[in-house]
């Protein structure tokens, strides 16, 4: 699974309700983003937004449903 911002896919580790734990955070800005899952020969993708943005000093990554 991948946050794809701003033309960078960065790893997700663990997805949440309304979180996502990523594997290396570096600061971003608050936007929109896409979710990506692949299984298998399947992908799926999701809009979402990341209100809080991203703090280069925590993994947790809060999101919530793109408008």
Not at 57 to 63: A, C, F, L, Q, W
Request: hydrophobic share 45%; charged share 25%; proline share 6%.
């Amino acid at each position: 699974m991948h946050l794809r911002l701003r033309g960078q896919a960065i790893p997700v580790v663990q997805m949440g309700p309304d979180f996502l734990l990523v594997d290396a955070a570096s600061d971003q800005a608050p936007g929109e983003a896409s979710l990506e899952l692949k299984v298998d020969a399947s992908e799926r993708s999701w809009r979402i937004r990341l209100p809080e943005g991203i703090s280069a000093g925590s993994k947790r990554v809060t999101i919530a449903a793109a408008t």
